[in-house]
């Protein structure tokens, strides 16, 4: 009988320790998986060519192009210090511009919004480039680069170099001079770039 209750209460307290070391487990998995930053993700949501605006025909200015961009840091409690952000355009495999944000801070769960200008290489405009615009249909590729640290409480870590780009093919040109089709493209993540662009 004294055995019997022994075995129980040995029992029991197996099953206690059972329990409380499955929830701690549990709770640290649940934090480790909260604690581990996400990559932001890029959207261009618009690109706008005013020389191609029917409407707006005092535009001389060719080689400019505009970009709608986008930025969601998709962590909860987690925010990002970018060090710039540089944003690259290329005509199939020629170079056409670049430009730059400056640094900045971007919160948790947030959506930033820049407006990013490239003066295009006139060379380029003129020998290639254009002649896709005025034809209607135009293949290209955005590029982006940056370099990022998360900050998690009050610590942050180490820089984190980031490369995503995206392909435009068989794209319209409307008659406002904003890219048809083109809206919320996503730039998908490329392996880190070598150098370091915009930081």
Not at 69 to 79: A, E, Q, T, V
Not at 106 to 121: F, L, M, R, V
Not at 139 to 160: C, L, N, Q, R
Request: charged share 20%.
């Amino acid at each position: 009988m004294v055995n019997w209750k022994i075995c129980e209460t040995n029992s029991r307290i197996y099953c206690w320790f059972f329990q409380v070391i499955t929830v701690l487990i549990l709770v640290s998995v649940v934090i480790w998986r909260c604690l581990i930053p996400r990559n932001p993700s890029f959207t261009i949501a618009n690109i706008y060519f005013p020389s191609l605006n029917s409407k707006n025909s005092s535009v001389g200015n060719s080689s400019l192009i505009l970009f709608d961009f986008k930025i969601l840091n998709p962590n909860k409690g987690i925010s990002i210090y970018y060090d710039g952000i540089s944003l690259s355009l290329y005509f199939k495999d020629v170079f056409v511009g670049t430009n730059s944000t400056p640094p900045f801070y971007q919160g948790h769960k947030n959506n930033t919004s820049w407006k990013i200008p490239i003066k295009a290489d006139p060379a380029v405009v003129d020998r290639n480039f254009q002649q896709g615009l005025r034809g209607g249909n135009i293949d290209f590729k955005v590029g982006v680069e940056t370099a990022v640290k998360f900050k998690i409480f009050s610590w942050k870590t180490k820089e984190h170099q980031i490369g995503c780009e995206a392909y435009f093919t068989s794209m319209k040109i409307s008659f406002n001079g904003s890219l048809s089709g083109g809206n919320d493209m996503k730039l998908h993540q490329i392996r880190k770039p070598r150098s370091r662009v915009c930081n």
